[in-house]
């Protein structure tokens, strides 16, 4: 029964790991929504939209096998570098706001990554398949492994597999940060935002960023709670 509490129905202090991670990743997700709120409010003085700042930035950097589609929902925003397809939100698409400028140089700083064989994007897509996998079993695999009495094999198995869905976090960060240094220069150098309005830009990127950040933190803590877990058992 002292076995269950510890690890199974009752309170163990490695919770705590995960308490903190769920914490800093609510404050960074609140922190980037009331931002990109803030400046989604700021017209830009070019008044051209997101759509169309991402498709001069393209054209101007003599990119012409990418293409610039809209995708439904909220800061959905995302390049496919599979279909070479810059998508961009509802909010972003249309809009003509300092944010939604920012978002879409953003993207168009991952098209650069692409072009540029920038290579840490190239490690976080040769990691997807093992991530997306990792991010699904890997934690289960631990739990039941713990559950029926400390089956290592499956406990190490499991964590083995829910690195590589810490290793994507990780290396998604400098992948994010640079894109975002990229699309700033971009907005600056085709002329779209500069002065305060590529300040506010800057900070809705920065926002953005530490959601990764958060992301990155909270999956370190949760593997290595995982390993402490599992160490614990096999002391026993």
Known sequence: MGNMMNYGYGFDWTYLLVLIGAVISMLASSNVQ?????????????????????????????VNDVTVEHVSGSLTDHYD???????????????????????????????????QGYVPLNVRTALVP????????????????????SFKPLITIGIFLFFFAVLFQVVTLPVEYNASSRGLALLQDCGILGGEELEMGKKVLKAAALTYVAAAASSVMQLLRLLMLSNRRSRR
């Open 130 to 149: 093992a991530a997306n996998i990792g991010s699904k079993a890997g934690l289960p695999l631990v739990i039941i492994g713990l559950l029926i009495g």
């Open 81 to 115: 570098p599979s279909s070479r397809t810059v998508r961009l939100s509802d909010a972003t698409f249309g809009s003509d706001s300092v944010a939604a400028l920012g978002v879409a140089a953003h993207e168009c700083g991952h098209v650069m990554q692409h072009h």
């Open 34 to 62: 009331s931002t990109y709120k803030k400046y989604a409010a700021v017209r830009s003085a070019g008044g051209i939209t997101g759509a169309e700042a991402a498709r001069r930035i393209l054209q101007m950097s003599g």
